[in-house]
Each structure stands twice: as structure tokens, then as C-alpha cells.
């Protein structure tokens, strides 16, 4: 029985890749960027563990990658307070370190392709992810004719308007720091429980076992991630184009100088954040430590997410039907997908103005028995749903739906 489950895997992960290497054209859509950092506490344990295992988790896939080369800043030293008062003193923070960094200006820069020497920027990832044709190429001239600047604002407002920074703080789950993130104690003690050899207890624990390594104890942390946005509007995104623009065939060192001395145009807005524990991980898969260390580190990223995505519309992604019949997409319990979950299906249009729509043509939820578990090493643990290959759904209500429309989770 066991090598039957082993093949299963094996038959699944191939007809996994063999799907989304079927699927280029599905994956063309507007999504949403993402850069992702973490905080570092040199004083906690297991501090460079988990700054490695973060350094070699990818931008989930349902997200642009927008990181730029800073991905790990020290955390903010805090004295003790009440978890209210730690996530508005650790949001005042950490927004004046994305600012002191010019996080903001730094993000635009990429989007644009910047020179830092010369100031001269293009508009090839702009295209590249909103799918564009050559009609904004030239700022100059796309701003001259309704269609072009239709198309400056539908990239403005689909694109720059929806770039995020995820600021990670991971920390090993010690008594410590259960108490002061989640407040509980109750929480506290569980873990703290969880972490006793038979017949010992809590002080025993701590006084014999200066580091509990991963082999015999397991690994847990704690993951409070502060969501941050791009601010970008008509107001900002005109004065960038007709203060601060400037191509190959067009360079101006008064305007380079005005982008590279701006201290208040680029700004990010403060979305909210979420906390998560990762609980028991099994080890499916993990032959090191490291393995334990990222895939810990990489599932508690991803419910974090999760419960971002519920907590605020905005950061919700889309995902691309990839067939009607049966009726499925390539999303699953990575993304939150539950029994309870539903989805409208959204018609994506581009009116005469060249700005992009999305009309609502139904409403679907996953059939029973049918979730996906993407979740990172999954087919490792041989749970429930690691070997299909994506979520299957059923229609709840709505009129006709073909491949390539695009499904969004609602409340």
C-alpha cells in the first residue's frame, strides 16, 4: 500500500507539470505585484535559520514578483506591551524604515525600469504584465491621445495602484514570544506544552535545553505580517509623467533631479496585518534541518496571506477558470480554499476606452471532496488532496462560463 501512495504522488506531480506547462495563456491577466521582506532579531533563536529559509521562499505565484534587492532589515526593538499597542508601535516602525529607505520610489523605479545614472526609464514591464500593446510605449505621445492616456490610467490603476509590500516578522515560537504577539496565555502554555518530554515539565524544559534542535522537538513560529500598498492616483501619476518621465531619446537632468530629491509624491499606505502560528508542520519530505526550517517558514507565510486576503478585498488575487468541464482552476488550500469557500466569476472586458472591466457572470464553490492540497510539500505528507492536481468546482449560480475567465474568493 505504501509504494502505491508513493506512485500516486509521483503519477500526480507529473500530471501536475505536464497541466501547467499547458496553461501559458490562462496566466495572462493583471496581477497584482508583491515584494516581501522579513525582520530579523539577531537576539531570538534560530534567527539565521530562518533569515535563510526566507531568503529561498518565492513570491507565491499568484503575485507578481516586485522585490527589490533589501529583502531582511533588523526588527524594531519594542518594550513590552499589550498585542494593540505592539502592532500600531511596530506599524509606526516599520513604515518609517520603508521610508527611510525610499521603499516607495524604489518600487515605481522598478516598475519603470529606471537608469539610475541616467534617469531614463521605458515601459517594458508595464506591457510585459498588463498586457499592453506598443500603444504606450511612448509616454509622450500615449498622453496626447485619448486612447493612450485611457491606457496610462488602466495600467495606473491596474498595475502601480495594486503593488504590495509584505513585511514578514518570523520569530521561533518560544514562551516569549507567544505571550507578547498573541496575547494569550493559554496559547502560551499549548506551546509550551508541546515542547515537554514525557514525565517533565516546563521548568525542567527550560533549564536542560538551551536549543531545541528540529529533530527531536519540532519547529514553530510565529508570523505577524504587515501589508503595506503602493499609493498610486491621477494626481500622482501625472505629475510623474509630466514632471519626472524621461526615455533614452529623451533624458533632462532637471528631471532626473526631481525624481531622485522627491521625498513625498511615492508613498505607502498601511493596509492592516495578521498573525499566525504555524502549529505542528508534519515532516513529509524534510530530510535536513533546513527543509524543516523553510517548509515551517513557507506555510506560515502562506495562511498569513490567507487571512490577509480575507481580512482586505483589495489584496484578494485572481485566478484563471482553466476549463468548464469539468469545471476547475489551479488553486487550492495554499490559497485558503475550503469546503466553505465561494468564488464569483468574473468576465474581464476592455471598453471602447481601452480600460480594463470586470463583469460578474457567476458564483461557484469547490465540489465536496475535490480540494486541492497545494500546500508546499503536500504530495511529501500524503494527506487528503495532495494528489489531484487542482480544485474542482461546482456552479452555484450564473449564466455560461468559458477557460480563461478569472475567479476571485468572496465573504
Not at 514570544?177 to 515537554?196: P, R, Y
Not at 492592516?272 to 502549529?279: I, N
Request: net charge neutral; charged share 25%.
Amino acid at each position: 500500500m505504501k509504494y502505491i501512495r508513493i506512485l500516486l504522488v509521483l503519477v500526480a506531480a507529473a500530471v501536475t507539470h505536464t497541466a501547467m506547462a499547458q496553461q501559458p495563456e490562462l496566466e495572462k491577466y493583471h496581477r497584482s505585484s508583491l515584494y516581501s521582506l522579513m525582520l530579523k532579531h539577531p537576539e531570538k533563536e534560530f534567527c539565521n535559520e530562518i533569515i535563510d529559509a526566507f531568503r529561498s521562499i518565492p513570491v507565491p505565484e499568484k503575485y507578481n514578483n516586485h522585490n527589490l534587492k533589501l529583502t531582511v532589515f533588523p526588527s524594531p526593538v519594542m518594550k513590552k506591551l499589550t498585542k494593540e499597542e505592539l502592532e500600531g508601535a511596530y506599524k509606526d516602525a516599520i513604515t518609517q524604515v520603508l521610508d527611510r529607505n525610499k521603499i516607495a520610489r524604489r518600487m515605481v523605479e522598478k516598475w519603470f525600469d529606471r537608469d539610475a545614472k541616467t534617469g531614463a526609464m521605458d515601459m517594458n514591464l508595464v506591457m510585459e504584465r498588463g498586457l499592453y500593446d506598443a500603444a504606450i510605449q511612448d509616454v509622450k505621445k500615449a498622453r496626447q491621445s485619448a486612447r493612450g492616456t485611457a491606457i496610462l490610467a488602466d495600467a495606473g490603476e491596474e498595475l502601480l495602484n495594486h503593488t504590495y509590500v509584505l513585511v514578514n516578522d518570523i520569530r521561533y515560537a518560544d514562551k516569549e514570544v507567544s505571550k507578547s504577539i498573541v496575547g494569550g496565555a493559554l496559547l502560551a502554555v499549548d506551546l509550551m506544552a508541546s515542547f515537554v518530554p514525557l514525565g517533565g515539565s516546563v521548568r525542567d524544559m527550560v533549564q536542560s535545553t538551551a536549543r531545541i534542535t528540529a529533530n527531536v522537538a519540532g519547529f514553530k513560529v510565529l508570523v505577524t505580517s504587515y501589508l503595506y500598498k503602493l499609493e498610486w492616483n491621477d494626481e500622482i501619476a501625472n505629475t510623474f509623467y509630466t514632471t519626472m518621465w524621461m526615455d533614452e531619446a529623451s533624458t533632462d537632468a532637471a528631471a532626473k533631479k526631481l525624481f531622485d530629491n522627491d521625498q513625498s509624491l511615492f508613498r505607502l499606505k498601511y493596509i492592516g496585518s495578521s498573525t499566525v502560528f504555524s502549529g505542528k508542520t508534519a515532516l513529509g519530505g524534510v530530510k535536513s534541518e533546513k527543509d524543516m526550517f523553510v517548509k515551517v517558514c513557507t506555510r506560515a507565510i502562506d495562511r498569513s496571506i490567507v487571512e490577509l486576503q480575507k481580512n482586505f478585498d483589495e489584496f484578494k488575487v485572481f485566478t484563471p477558470l482553466v476549463s468548464t468541464e469539468p469545471l476547475y482552476a489551479y488553486v487550492g488550500m495554499k490559497e485558503g480554499v475550503s469546503p466553505d469557500s465561494r468564488y464569483e466569476v468574473l468576465e474581464r472586458r476592455i471598453n471602447e476606452e481601452g480600460r480594463t472591466e470586470y463583469k460578474r457572470i457567476g458564483i461557484i464553490k469547490p465540489a465536496e471532496g475535490e480540494i486541492w492540497d497545494n500546500r508546499y510539500m503536500a504530495a511529501d505528507d500524503l494527506l487528503e488532496g495532495s494528489n489531484l492536481t487542482y480544485t474542482t468546482f461546482q456552479k452555484v449560480s450564473g449564466g455560461q462560463f468559458y477557460p480563461g475567465m478569472l475567479i476571485r474568493e468572496i465573504k
